[in-house]
């Protein structure tokens, strides 16, 4: 709980927001700008190759190093405020460390979640990882306000460059940490010994009818969802003029809500399965977008609800989609699992991104809606909800399988008596 912690303050000073100020610092043209915002997808491609490697080497040794170094990849970046160099040598600089600390990052997770399947019994996995998340989300709403707050003062006094190296040094720092408390954790003894991969275990994902539903809906929702991704903090600076201290502020809310509902949630989910807060915490993440189109500049009290709805709901869907191909796999297939869900996701919301990068130049730049003036990006977030609520209704046909489960009972040692399976 305590490296999840200091992981959001890694991903507080190291992503989101600030990888948008160190764009616009370095001056990134839009081309690069949509390199940039396909980074995140494109690495998710990595998972493929990644769960062979956490299978080959072990969960626990693969996730300490993958983590240990994706969490200093950002490190060269705290010297490009101070160096002498062309503009087009900082920002190839910037692409790779966040190329590199993309895909590494991805390739840690695919290890650290199935070094996590073996290690938190499935009986009380959700309100375990419910818990954790509610620590995590504290720590992501101090940590997001902290970085917004940064990030304003130093824009506002001529000193971005300045502020942008204390946040990439904190994150470094930070990264060490997280690093230092995972070498402590054990891998435990039930896990399954690092081997040679079977083509068949690599495929199980795809062969298994459970497996191919999940991955139907991962599919679906991550495309809808990634048609207005990119555009949302880019309405925020743009069209509402938010700022990145308001804009820290929303994404604290949400992570504030999170932080009530991820426990809850994660009762639920070991009372009743992940399946029905997955349909659920789908349906409801459809009202959000239409929300948006009720916001301007001088009103923006509409996206408090929107936090509370992105909070609660998105606090649920990701328990769900994290405890799904640990439940519905075995050990010697987990990492293919999580594996095959997150690399679907990532391919299938790159596409959608692109896709709604397209399409916008078609949608009217003006519009009007029950008398409101609206424009182009209304029309694409209307056009995501539109996709999310068809992909929801995938959610309904996943097949849950509780995980296998397998307890020891020594028996006192008897002739002809052996263990007690259960």
């Known amino acids: 709980m305590v490296e999840g912690a200091f992981a959001e303050l890694v991903g507080a000073c190291a992503s989101g927001g600030v990888i948008t100020a160190w ?10 700008i949509g390199l940039l915002g396909a980074l ?3 690495a998710q491609l990595v998972q493929l190759p990644a769960s062979w490697i956490t299978r080959r080497l072990g969960s626990r040794r693969a996730a300490l190093w993958t983590i240990g170094v994706a969490r200093q990849c950002v490190l060269p970046l705290s010297l490009l405020p101070w160096v002498r160099c062309t503009a087009a040598t900082r920002q190839a600089v910037f692409l790779g460390c966040t190329f590199a600390a993309s895909a590494l990052g991805v390739a840690g997770n695919n290890a650290w979640t199935s070094w996590m399947g073996d290690l938190v019994p499935g009986a009380v996995r959700g309100a375990y990882f419910g818990r954790r998340a509610a620590v995590c989300a504290l720590a992501a709403t101090v940590a997001a306000l902290g970085a917004g707050a940064l990030l304003d003062s130093g824009g506002n006094y001529g000193h971005a460059g300045a502020a942008l190296c204390a946040l990439t040094l904190i994150a470094s720092a930070a990264g060490a940490v997280t690093t230092l408390l995972l070498r ?5 003894r039930s896990a399954t010994p690092p081997r040679a991969v079977p083509l068949r275990e690599a495929l199980a994902p795809m062969r298994d009818e459970s497996g191919r539903r999940l991955l139907a809906f991962q599919l679906a929702w991550s495309a809808a969802s ?12 743009g069209n509402l003029r938010m700022g990145f201290a308001r804009m820290a502020l929303y994404a604290a809310a949400i992570a504030a809500f999170k932080m009530v509902a991820a426990p809850l949630w994660g009762r639920t989910l070991d009372r009743h399965g992940a399946r029905p807060i997955l349909a659920i915490c789908s349906f409801l993440l459809c009202l959000s977008p239409p929300l948006w189109l009720f916001a301007s500049e001088g009103s923006l009290g509409v996206l408090a609800l929107d936090a509370a709805i992105n909070g609660v709901a998105a606090a649920g869907l990701s328990l769900a989609t994290f405890s799904l191909p640990i439940a519905l796999s075995r050990p010697a297939t987990r990492s293919f699992y999580v594996a095959a869900v997150a690399a679907a996701g990532g391919l299938a919301a790159g596409l959608g991104s692109a896709a709604g990068g397209f399409s916008v ?14 424009v182009a990006a209304h029309a694409l977030f209307l056009l995501g909800a539109g996709a999310r609520f068809a992909a929801a209704f995938l959610a309904l046909r996943i097949i ?12 006192p040692a008897a002739p002809g008596r052996a263990k007690l399976s259960a």
């Open 23 to 32: 764009a616009l610092y370095l001056d990134l043209s839009p081309a690069l």
């Open 184 to 188: 402590r954790q054990h891998q435990p």
């Open 40 to 42: 995140p997808f494109a």
């Open 400 to 411: 849950e399988r509780p995980a296998a489960e397998v307890l020891e009972l020594p028996l």
């Open 226 to 237: 990634g048609v207005a991704a990119a555009f949302y903090p880019l309405h925020m600076i």
């Open 361 to 374: 130049r078609f949608l009217p730049g003006a519009w009007s809606l029950l008398g409101r003036p609206l």
